[in-house]
């Protein structure tokens, strides 16, 4: 199973971008990359995936390089309330479905 | 929006006592799943539920846990002799199955154990 490595903890300036850096050097062809966060102990929150390419929905962007070893997380306007930890995971196919090995994150913190 | 529910939020239960967690999933979901995270740990996968079975579980997922679909909208995690180290948050989580395939969490339910 493919593994990530994510720094532990960043800071933000509340209205500026928070660019939440992932790699996944073993990653393999077919394996989609995916972004969860979670928010005090509350459940983890979906925010976005991708395979290949570049994807962008309302909560924020991922960037994959080009050889899939690495991606990147923008939040464009980071505000307080998306201070948490956010899970970069490459999920490990089952034979039905799919699981979720969440790692330890980046505790990312929104300072005003 | 729909959204996964869970009952109870939070059960306290002594050691050795059988609890049953609650989890209503999204309704036209198909895969079903349970993750824990013990305190100040890692969110863990237990097992993954369709088509009426387990798909797959997790080493953590011994005999003293099960899965039940009781009905069209129920999906339960028993565990049958608790232990102290069986204290944690269980997040239920569903998907529908489709090529986007983003699992959706509940809130939690919080388990102590005493």
């Known amino acids: 199973d493919a593994k990530t490595t994510q720094p532990p903890s960043m800071d933000c300036a509340e209205g500026r971008a928070a660019n939440l850096p992932c790699n996944h050097s073993t990653i393999s062809g077919n394996e989609y990359v995916y972004w969860y966060r979670q928010i005090h102990s509350q459940g983890p929150q979906y925010i976005i995936h991708g395979l290949k390419n570049n994807e962008t929905n309302e909560m924020a962007s991922l960037i994959i390089t080009e050889d899939r070893k690495s991606s990147t997380l923008i939040l464009p306007h980071a505000t307080l309330r998306d201070t948490a930890v956010y899970y970069c995971?490459?999920?490990?196919?089952?034979?039905?479905?799919?699981?979720?090995?969440f790692g330890k994150g980046t505790s990312l913190l929104v300072t005003p | 929006e729909p959204e996964v529910t869970q009952t109870p939020s939070h059960q306290v239960t002594q050691m050795g006592q059988e609890v049953i967690l609650r989890c209503v999933p999204i309704s036209n979901h198909l895969y079903f799943y349970w993750y824990r995270q013990i305190l100040g740990q890692k969110v863990e996968f237990l097992v993954s539920f369709y088509n009426n079975e387990i798909s797959e579980k997790s080493e953590i997922f011994d005999d003293q846990f099960s899965v039940e679909r009781p009905d069209g909208s129920n999906f339960t995690l028993k565990i049958r002799s608790t232990k102290l180290e069986d204290s944690a948050m269980y997040f239920c989580?569903?998907?529908?199955?489709?090529?986007?395939?983003?699992?959706?969490f509940g809130p939690g339910t919080r388990l102590t154990v005493t």
């Open positions: 989580a569903s998907s529908d199955g489709r090529s986007s395939y983003e699992q959706y």
């Open positions: 995971i490459v999920r490990v196919e089952l034979r039905s479905g799919y699981a979720l090995n």
